[in-house]
């Protein structure tokens, strides 16, 4: 596609509730990465894919917190029985190479709340 | 502690005013993100340096690496270029992932038609 396609936009959960927050990235790019980024904040790293392999997940708070990226190109972050705490915008990133050497594309964020 | 400090936090201009924001990092770097935030969300890549100065139409940036610092300029302001400011870098040991950037927490700008 011809940008970075995050979906839903916007997530009302209840607390318990798993979510599953989907990326779309630009075609071809190799990483894609996910950030968290709560009211006020500047974004967190969470994850880090090149293609299929997921070779950072260091800034996932914790292990209800799970992405995948199967095929190297959609990817998929899944939240298992969300709190108010997990309540931010989550940021998908793409880049054609390695963050260092590329610009990045971001989505538009998928805004969650946990009520 | 924050490795990336942004200064002003805020900042509110006249539309035409010479706007600079700052970035200070305390890590050895390979390079630097400046990211522009609308309401709603949606973040814009505006530049990515290692060295010296880049410019794009009324923006240009600055780095220097010595010194741990950037800045972004925005000459003749308008209103449309309200938005959020964020620094992001990418420190030179980052243990293998070429991902785990460090945003700074943005300056919000408002320029004031």
């Known amino acids: 596609g011809a940008g970075v396609s995050q979906s839903p936009r916007y997530k009302v959960a209840k607390r318990g509730q798993d979510v599953a927050l989907r990326c779309d990235p630009i075609?071809?790019?190799?990483?894609l990465f996910w950030y968290q980024q709560a009211l006020g904040q500047g974004p967190e790293f969470l994850t880090y894919?090149?293609?299929?392999?997921?070779?950072?997940k260091s800034g996932l708070p914790s292990d209800r917190f799970f992405a995948e990226r199967p095929e190297g190109s959609v990817s998929t972050l899944k939240i298992q029985r969300t709190q108010q705490e997990d309540s931010a915008v989550y940021l998908c990133?793409?880049?054609?190479?390695?963050?260092?050497?590329?610009?990045?594309?971001f989505g538009a964020g998928s805004r969650l709340t946990v009520l | 502690k924050n490795e990336v400090e942004q200064s002003p936090q805020n900042l509110t201009a006249q539309e035409g005013e010479f706007i600079t924001i700052n970035c200070s990092y305390s890590?050895?770097?390979?390079?630097l993100h400046w990211l522009q935030q609308h309401p709603g969300g949606g973040i814009v890549s505006l530049f990515m340096?290692?060295?010296g100065k880049k410019k794009h139409g009324r923006l240009i940036a600055t780095i220097n690496i010595q010194e741990k610092h950037s800045s972004l300029h925005i000459t003749a302001s308008h209103p449309r270029d309200s938005a959020v400011y964020i620094c992001?870098?990418?420190?030179?040991?980052?243990?293998?992932?070429?991902?785990?950037?460090?945003f700074g927490k943005g300056t919000k700008l408002s320029v004031k038609p």
């Open positions: 990133a793409s880049s054609r190479r390695w963050a260092g050497a590329n610009v990045l594309t």
């Open positions: 075609s071809g790019h190799v990483s």
């Open positions: 894919f090149q293609n299929e392999a997921q070779l950072d």
């Open positions: 890590v050895g770097i390979s390079a």
């Open positions: 340096l290692s060295s």
């Open positions: 992001a870098v990418l420190p030179m040991n980052y243990g293998g992932s070429q991902g785990n950037l460090i």
